[in-house]
């Protein structure tokens, strides 16, 4: 051993990443898949930003305007967000003037979430983005890869 790898305040040096043994970690399909929502997490980041979407409020403006008068909790649920985050969440969105909230008509006690105007053009625009984004993302695999991998999550997460 070197006298310097034995002085107190030293760092031994690191092994860099393409260094390091990962074949074990590579073989487990929740590390992986936690590597690749990172990796599509930094690119919405990225190409979203300036519309002000996080991948949450993404989410949250895809399901509203696909399922009008969703109720946040249900919202939630398919969203695996815990409800109290998602009030806030929500109160943001609905102070900023995205959506609203509405009295079921068929359960006074129920509350519906819609999004107003501001709020559809928001997300119209995100839209836009989503196509390009996605090819971007995906462009390692070919199309029918591109398929298969949406099939296999589906099946995975039993949408």
Do not use: H
């Not at 070197?2 to 260094?19: F, I, M, V, Y």
């Not at 946040?72 to 009030?87: D, E, F, K, M, W």
Request: glycine share 6%; net charge positive; charged share 25%.
């Amino acid at each position: 051993m070197s006298p310097k790898a034995l002085r107190p305040g030293t760092k031994a040096a690191q092994p860099s990443e393409g260094l390091l043994d990962l074949r074990a970690l590579q073989r487990t399909p929740g590390f992986m898949l936690r590597l690749a929502q990172l990796k599509f997490f930094e690119g919405f980041y990225e190409e979203f930003a300036a519309l002000g979407l996080t991948p949450a409020t993404y989410a949250i403006f895809v399901v509203i305007r696909d399922n009008p008068g969703v109720p946040p909790s249900s919202l939630a649920s398919v969203l695996r967000l815990r409800l109290p985050n998602l009030i806030k969440i929500l109160n943001e969105l609905e102070s900023s003037g995205f959506i609203k909230r509405n009295r079921s008509k068929s359960d006074r006690r129920a509350i519906e979430l819609m999004l107003t105007p501001k709020g559809a053009k928001l997300i119209q625009e995100g839209a836009r983005l989503t196509a390009p984004y996605n090819k971007k993302m995906l462009a390692p695999l070919d199309e029918a890869e591109q398929r298969s991998l949406l099939e296999l999550l589906n099946r995975i997460l039993r949408f």
